[in-house]
T-cell receptor, first 115, second 115 residues
Framework: DAGVTQSPTHLIKTRGQHVTLRCSPI?????VSWYQQVLGQGPQFIFQ???????GRGNFPDRFSARQFPNYSSELNVNALLLGDSALYLC??????????????FGEGSWLTVV | AQTVTQSQPEMSVQEAETVTLSCTYD???????LFWYKQPPSRQMILVIR??????QNATENRFSVNFQKAAKSFSLKISDSQLGDTAMYFC????????????FGGGTRLMVKP
């Protein structure tokens, strides 16, 4: 079975532009979350989605938004990009939004560079 | 809000020896979960070991074991018989009960295993 897949793997954007990152969870997983990992730091939680509804949001500005589709895949959108948005964006999936021993699986991430 | 602190930015160990990585956390919750994740150069987060706070017994997974001290809010990872493939960033993470995929990560410890 395929793991969590993310696309694109690398991309370069200019300040002020918009970016869309995509994530496909493991088959059967209904919960998807997004993390931002700035170089040299630990990941920071951005969003969690379950059954197409937002179930949690981290301390990120409104320029960050996300959605989940009926097939449980997800998109992370970032508007008006800033240099500080340069980071590895990780997607994670699990069976449900309520952690009851479920293992959380991570994708390999999307490297975003803002110039 | 929860915080997770890893006080050792970098550590090194000789192959076949034992190393312990430290992690402390701060929370007012009584039930929660703690994790150690490994992030090799490929950048994919891999779950190493998990501990439920209500379990007094320390978790073990082959060469990996934890020392969980709930009162001290300490959660260290011991790697026995270190192997070259253990070279990676290691992140300690906290998860509230029923918080789904919302993990709070520490800043990480870079572990180098030397031949």
């Amino acid at each position: 079975d395929a793991g969590v897949t993310q696309s694109p793997t690398h991309l370069i954007k200019t300040r002020g532009q918009h970016v869309t990152l995509r994530c496909s969870p493991i088959s059967g997983h209904k919960s998807v979350s997004w993390y931002q990992q700035v170089l040299g730091q630990g990941p920071q939680f951005i969003f969690q989605y379950y059954e197409k509804e937002e179930r949690g949001r981290g301390n990120f500005p409104d320029r960050f938004s996300a959605r989940q589709f009926p097939n449980y895949s997800s998109e992370l959108n970032v508007n008006a990009l800033l240099l500080g948005d340069s980071a590895l964006y990780l997607c994670a999936s699990s069976l449900s939004h309520s952690f009851s021993g479920n293992t959380i699986y991570f994708g390999e991430g999307s490297w975003l560079t803002v110039v | 809000a929860q915080t997770v602190t890893q006080s050792q930015p970098e550590m090194s160990v000789q192959e076949a020896e034992t190393v312990t990585l430290s992690c402390t956390y701060d929370t007012s919750e009584n039930n929660y979960y703690l994790f150690w994740y490994k992030q090799p150069p490929s950048r994919q987060m891999i779950l190493v070991i998990r501990q439920e706070a209500y379990k007094q017994q320390n978790a073990t997974e082959n060469r990996f074991s934890v020392n969980f001290q709930k009162a001290a809010k300490s959660f260290s990872l011991k790697i026995s018989d270190s192997q070259l493939g253990d070279t990676a960033m290691y992140f300690c993470a906290f998860n509230r009960e029923n918080a789904g995929n919302m993990l709070t990560f520490g800043g990480g410890t870079r572990l180098m295993v030397k031949p």
